[in-house]
């Protein structure tokens, strides 16, 4: 049985990935029961783990995946092409969108009213069609699609948060999410002019045929400033801290460890494959531009955070940092840089989602997320505190943690690159995470719960256990690193060396 | 069992005090036992199984894994690390004796989040002391720092708190800043870290850059406390004397000087820094460090704020002896290790049962003292003697032996630092014993006249034990002089 | 029929300035929304124009047909349009929807509205 089931789907995996949840996404619509809806949910989400794993180990052994999509051949066709880099953070989405559902329910009953859940795992699932669309395709307009899918699904799934704040700040990520959205668009349109394809791999032939050309040039900046808006990269971020404090906390455990990651490698895929490390660095000298704005973010976010009373909000700043660590590795342009910026997507989504899920169990049991709702939790709710700590820790870099791994490549890349200053730089913001962590920590730990706070429990199993299994997962693979650090390092080595 | 599985097993095994100490926690008297018992069968197999194979030249090493590509979790014992291990192990013993006299005496709580904080800072430092490479131990260093914030911040008021952040700002601000930076810069620089006998860095650092990178690596190690950053040294005073004991003897600030004296024998090797002069700087900054911190000693009336400045000053005694860059300064420098060890914890011991004995803190309330509690003072008399440095305490040959590598690298003037400091010494130390026998006791004592007055039994024990040892380590120096000497062959 | 330039994409260029002035400028949410699709018609407007061919068809398979304009951007921006049409109505049901809470959809009250609640 499982033979004639592997001979039915075995080729079309990739495309199950984009099919699966959004014809799941349409049963959950079909079905109200909100517990219903979930097992049908979790069924799509693991199954996509699965898929997601298979297809790793075919990218690994046998190279290159090509699936033509409807049998149209290539470069006419859309093809979805997976490559060390798609299968790496697709890898990341399918396993933190199954983690994150797993703790969903209890989560959700806090902050959003039970007869809307069946739709919310709708939006979930149809997001989750969108950034698995994004991750798997090879087509650069393909790419816009998707990226519009995951967006909308997103704005409503953040608009779900009980304050009306919420819903601000969803319109306010519609506005600037649609004008990053569009000027990826228009940065398609200017290199479609040129090459006449939107294939990939194609579109990278005819770029070198191409000869100095201003339209190109001129589509590179709006890839860059259109992905930008949708990586929250400074100083285009300003969507990010709203989005995720006053979306439901699962929302915003889910968003944190793919919208960003999903845009990233859209960038990375665009400056990389596409317009390739000549064209880009050593011509137009993006790295001029890339480098400053990744410190600066580095600097910018971890310094906001440190001053924010709410913890959802700290994260948030926090995660502009990191995701500027991401953009720094991305300028450097070298392998050990690329490597760093690579597994910092795998490793920051363990560490972002991990802590997430953790103010989630504070949101069910405490009802807050405030630094206050902290108090005394290293005695009434220990598990939790204790995954905040270790969290804390791999955020900060302490070696046998992933923070330390991706630290530790983005200053090998830096000092490759000859920028010893940027890599003090580096060293120096690891100690502002020192200081906005460690706020919460001793409020956890030295002062006391108020006399007429109501008496707390553990968090409940069925979310303890997914954040759990990310904090536990950030000291994994800070010590077994062949997987995430192999992959990412041949995924830099090919895309350094030239197209897919 | 093999040497090399021992070395494993041994920078583990405090963590089964752990699951014992946590199984045990409701009755205090079996909690306490079970650390007792990790910590003589530690000492058994760091004593009994592994040191004989060094002392007969071996090098048992175990590779756990590798982390990173050319980073690698990996254990080598050689003589300094063994030196360390065995105070470390030693020591924990004793500390935890007096810490069940002081922690109940004083009535403090959290007692099984102490024990096990105890335990993982103990494993830390016997990783440290066994590490084959630097990225060992720095995950080890790290794993101490962050094991003793706990214990730091044990009483849990404000001024713990302060105490605290300044402890970790400094110690995770140092390591974080200048240790990583100084470990990939070498990792990138020679293509390993490991530790080798006559250093990895010849030919590949020169220069300015050599001084950097040893300047990277000094003020990198924040547990070595040389000024500007020892400030979270008398900060962290404000911790139960046990954790000071601990602290400033055993665990945190040794491993600051091993991680110096490792670094500069066997990542530099003594021979480059010796004929490039890279460290002449340190000297000078160890020197200034030694003789600042014994003036301020002078200033304080607090008993432990005056140790913890002298510690402090004996620290950078350590460092000098690195910097030096001479056999005979890095063997005194070895050696000070395990004297500096015993004295201090002596003195620490004392000044926690004048706490809880008498309740006394101040210098200035000590007049008389020590006729009631002639033990405790006399166990005084004898760490400060090791610290001096006079026979026939220990210290006197760790001191002998630096200033025997001050004239090899012919600095005269630090010959007259280390002379200038033992007079210092004796002027922040002598008081204590002198007031104590000698002035009699203030007019409003409720207990003058009333005979023996001791701190509990636990408190008096490990002072006494450690005062004796500090005289029997002066007859077996020659032992310590020979097994470090396989140091630098 | 006479070379007219690069007057379409003058055309993309005061679409796209003109959207975006209005989302930035004006408070009314609703005129956000509409700004921000002036924003993107100006991008469909980039890519029908550039697809057109001096003299071309519509795709015809016939007699008497010879040169066809691109139809691929056609089809492209169909999806967009699409694509527009869904983010217009997900930003309307929000702006219903803040209209619920807030009372109001003009920015500056909002933002007046949420200072007081933050503040409380």
Request: proline fraction near 4%; include cysteine; charged fraction near 10%.
């Amino acid at each position: 049985m499982m033979d004639a089931l592997w001979n039915l789907i075995g080729d079309d995996l990739a495309a199950l990935q984009i099919a699966m949840p959004l014809l799941t996404a349409t049963v959950c619509i079909l079905v109200r029961r909100p517990m219903l809806a979930w097992g049908v949910a979790m069924f799509n989400a693991w199954g996509a783990v699965v898929n997601a794993s298979i297809l790793l180990h075919r990218v690994l052994t046998t190279g290159t995946i090509s699936y033509a999509e409807g049998g149209w051949p290539v470069p006419w066709g859309i093809e979805l092409r997976i490559d060390l880099l798609n299968a790496l953070v697709l890898l990341v989405v399918t396993c933190i969108c199954a983690v994150v559902l797993t703790a969903a329910p209890r989560a959700l009953a806090a902050e959003v009213p039970e007869d809307k859940h069946y739709l919310f795992y709708a939006a979930y699932l149809l997001c989750m069609t969108g950034l698995a669309g994004m991750t798997v395709t090879g087509d650069a307009f393909n790419i816009f699609v998707f990226l519009e899918i995951s967006s909308l699904a997103s704005y409503a799934l953040i608009s779900q948060g009980p304050s009306p704040r919420a819903l601000t700040s969803a319109l306010q990520y519609l506005m600037m999410g649609t004008i990053g959205g569009t000027f990826i668009l228009l940065g398609i349109g200017m290199l479609y002019m040129v090459t006449g394809t939107l294939n990939i791999v194609d579109m990278a032939n005819q770029l070198g045929a191409v000869g100095p050309n201003r339209t190109v040039l001129v589509g590179m900046a709006f890839i860059c400033v259109g992905a930008g808006i949708k990586l929250a990269v400074f100083p285009l971020h300003v969507w990010l801290p709203n989005a995720y404090t006053y979306a439901p906390a699962v929302v915003t455990a889910f968003l944190a460890a793919t919208a960003t990651k999903v845009a990233y490698y859209v960038l990375v895929r665009f400056i990389y494959s596409i317009f390739q490390v000549n064209f880009a660095f050593e011509v137009n000298r993006l790295d001029a531009v890339l480098i400053p704005v990744g410190i600066a973010a580095m600097f910018v976010g971890s310094l906001v955070a440190i001053f924010q009373d709410d913890l959802k909000r700290m994260l948030a700043y926090s995660s502009v940092a990191q995701i500027g660590y991401m953009v720094l590795g991305l300028g450097l342009a070298n392998e050990h840089g690329l490597t760093g910026g690579l597994v910092h997507v795998f490793n920051h989504a363990l560490m972002k989602c991990g802590l997430f899920l953790v103010l989630a169990c504070l949101l069910v049991r405490v009802g807050s997320t405030k630094l206050a709702a902290f108090a005394g939790l290293g005695r009434r709710m220990p598990l939790t505190f204790a995954a905040f700590v270790l969290g804390g820790l791999s955020l900060i870099g302490v070696p046998m943690t992933v923070g330390f791994v991706s630290k530790w490549y983005l200053v090998l890349g830096a000092l490759d690159a000859g920028m010893w200053p940027v890599a003090v730089l580096i060293l120096l913001s690891s100690l502002l995470a020192v200081i906005y962590i460690w706020r919460v920590v001793e409020v956890g730990y030295f002062r006391t719960a108020a006399d007429d706070a109501p008496e707390v429990s553990e968090a409940p199993f069925s979310m303890l256990l997914p954040t759990w299994v990310l904090i536990g997962a950030t000291v994994v693979f800070g010590v077994w690193t062949s997987l995430s650090v192999g992959v990412a390092s041949a995924a830099a080595r090919m895309l350094l060396g030239g197209a897919s | 069992m093999s040497a090399a599985s021992a070395v494993g097993l041994a920078v583990v095994w405090p963590l089964f005090a752990i699951v014992l100490i946590v199984i045990l926690r409701k009755s205090p008297n079996l909690r306490e036992a079970g650390t007792l018992l990790t910590g003589f069968s530690l000492f058994g197999v760091v004593a009994g199984v592994i040191l004989p194979v060094v002392t007969a030249g071996g090098r048992p090493r175990l590779d756990v894994l590798e982390v990173l590509p050319g980073l690698s979790l990996a254990f080598e014992v050689e003589p300094l690390g063994m030196l360390f291990a065995m105070v470390a192990s030693g020591l924990w013993i004793v500390t935890t004796f007096y810490a069940i006299g002081y922690m109940r005496g004083h009535h403090e709580s959290n007692q099984t989040r102490f024990y096990i904080c105890f335990a993982i800072a103990i494993s830390g430092a016997i990783g440290v002391a066994f590490a084959a490479n630097v990225f060992t131990l720095f995950v080890f260093y790290e794993l101490i720092t962050l094991s003793t914030y706990p214990l730091v911040t044990h009483a849990g008021t404000e001024k713990a708190k302060k105490a605290g952040r300044m402890y970790l700002g400094i110690l995770m601000g140092t390591s974080i800043a200048f240790l990583l930076f100084a470990m990939v810069w070498t990792w990138l620089a020679a293509g390993t870290t490991e530790f080798t006998p006559g250093g990895i860095l010849a030919g590949k650092v020169t220069g300015v850059e050599l001084m950097v990178l040893l300047a990277l690596y000094a003020f990198g190690t924040g547990k070595a406390a040389l000024m500007p950053f020892h400030r979270w040294l008398p900060a962290a005073m404000v911790a139960p004397t046990p954790v000071s004991a601990l602290l400033h003897a055993v665990a945190v600030v040794k491993a600051g000087v091993f991680t110096v004296l490792k670094v500069v024998v066997y990542v530099f090797g003594i021979d480059l820094l010796a004929t490039t002069d890279a460290s002449r700087w340190l000297t000078w900054v160890a020197a200034f460090t030694i003789i600042a911190a014994s003036c301020v000693a002078l200033t304080k009336d607090n008993l432990k704020a005056r140790l913890a400045y002298s510690t402090i000053s004996q620290l950078s005694y350590i460092v000098l002896g690195a910097a030096l860059a001479t056999t005979a300064g890095v063997i005194g420098g070895g050696m000070h290790i395990v004297m500096h060890a015993f004295g201090k914890i002596t003195l620490f011991f004392c000044a926690g049962a004048i706490m809880v004995g008498a309740h006394k803190t101040e210098i200035s309330e000590l007049d008389g003292l020590g006729r009631r509690m002639p033990f405790t003072f006399g166990a005084f008399l004898l760490g400060s003697l090791s610290v001096i440095g006079l026979p026939p305490m220990g210290g006197s040959w760790s001191k002998w032996f630096l200033m025997l590598g001050a004239a090899e690298a012919e600095q005269w003037v630090m010959m007259l630092v280390l002379m200038a400091s033992s007079l210092l010494s004796i002027g922040y130390l002598m008081p204590v014993v002198v007031r104590g026998f000698f002035r009699a006791a203030p007019a409003d004592d409720h207990h003058a006249g009333e005979g023996l007055h001791e701190a509990p039994l636990l408190c008096v024990l490990p002072p006494v034990f450690t005062a004796v040892g500090g005289i029997v380590l002066f007859f077996f120096a020659d032992d310590l002089w020979r097994l470090l000497t396989g140091m630098v062959p | 029929m006479f070379d007219w330039g690069l007057y379409n994409y003058w055309v993309v260029v005061f679409l796209m300035m003109t959207g975006l002035y209005v989302v930035v400028a004006r408070g009314n949410l609703v005129k956000k929304i509409i700004g921000l699709n002036i924003f993107q018609v100006s991008v469909i407007m980039f890519y029908v124009s550039m697809g057109k061919v001096l003299g071309g068809t519509a795709p015809i398979e016939a007699e008497g047909f010879e040169l066809f304009s691109n139809p691929l951007p056609h089809v492209l921006m169909l999806t967009a349009i699409v694509v527009g049409v869904a983010t217009t109505a997900v930003a309307l049901a929000l702006v219903v929807r803040i209209h619920e809470a807030y009372g109001t959809i003009e920015e500056d009250e909002i933002r007046e509205i949420e200072g007081e609640e933050h503040r409380s």
